[in-house]
Every structure is written in C-alpha cells, then in structure tokens.
C-alpha cells in the first residue's frame, strides 16, 4: 500500500546499504528494524514504528 503511494519500501537485511530519509517508519516486530529506520532518518527527520517492542529488563516478577 505504501509503494502505491510513492514510499520507498525497504526490507530490513544485515547488508543494507542506507540513504538518508526525511521520513522513516518501521512496521515490524524486532528491534533490529528499529535501529535500521533510526539509522535511516536525516538529521531533523521524522521516525516512527507501528511496532511494540519488549524486553526482559521491563518485565516485573
């Protein structure tokens, strides 16, 4: 859907090769897409997820 809107879809690898973007969004379900959008935003750029990420640190037993 995003494509069809003109986005630029990319799928998270250990290999990409990343350009710098006004606008990142990650959509998936590990923190290494995160890092990679994060890694992806220009300087003063917007970055957003649609994920919820957990972890062991934020569990209460």
Request: charged residues 15%.
């Amino acid at each position: 859907m995003a494509e069809s809107l003109g986005a630029k879809c990319i799928l998270f690898t250990e290999n990409v090769n990343l350009c710098k973007y006004p606008i990142t969004v990650d959509t998936g379900i590990n923190q290494k897409g995160l890092h990679t959008a994060i890694r992806a935003v220009e300087p003063g750029g917007i970055c957003t997820t649609t994920g919820i990420y957990f972890s062991d640190f934020f569990l209460i037993y």
